[in-house]
């Protein structure tokens, strides 16, 4: 039997129910710590507080975890946007994903946003490591400057082709 790919899924999460997680957590954590402090440790009371509590963090460990849950499908939809631009293997799309999930760790950048970066840069006909290198400098102006990686990225790709210049550390620094 042959292997023709890897089949990527994504799962998506409501985390509508957060903010009132939280709050309802933060209050429970109130309450507990006022018994708690007062010394009036009704036994009652304690394992009410215990119970709600306990389900307060509950739900908001719950609803963190469909936040990374939703924050990974957001990247991978948009890595899988950027395969079907480019047409990559599905080794060249595993490297390019995990080069971008270790740039999102060294710069303060979130994945997604550096996917969306990478979007615009394939776009315009960059590819490889030389669209890792235009990625990194535009996330690292981008981070600087307050603004998404794509917009840098939109802008330097852009410079680059008008003036027929050839990716390498020099040429991003000039521009």
């Known amino acids: 039997m042959s292997v023709i790919g890897d089949l990527e899924v994504l799962v998506k999460a409501d985390i509508s129910g957060l903010s009132s997680a939280l709050n309802k957590a933060g209050s429970e954590i109130g309450n507990f710590s006022k018994l708690a402090s007062s010394g009036e440790f009704n036994l009652a009371k304690f394992s009410k507080s215990s119970f709600v509590l306990g389900g307060a963090i509950l739900g908001v460990a ?5 936040v990374a849950v939703n924050a990974a499908s957001s ?27 270790k740039l999102s760790e060294r710069i303060p950048k979130t994945a997604t946003d550096l996917a969306n970066g990478l979007y615009y840069i394939q776009s315009a006909g960059f590819s490889g490591s030389d669209a890792l290198k235009i990625l990194e400098t535009s996330a690292k102006a981008a981070s600087v400057g307050m603004t998404e990686t ?12 008008a003036y027929h210049q050839q990716v390498n550390l020099h040429t991003i620094q000039i521009l």
């Open 150 to 161: 794509k917009t840098v990225a939109d802008a330097l790709t852009s410079a680059l082709n």
């Open 75 to 101: 990247f991978y939809a948009i890595m899988a946007k950027n395969l079907a631009l480019t047409g990559m293997s599905t080794q060249e799309f595993k490297t390019m994903s995990d080069s971008i999930l």
């Open 62 to 66: 719950t609803a963190i975890g469909g």
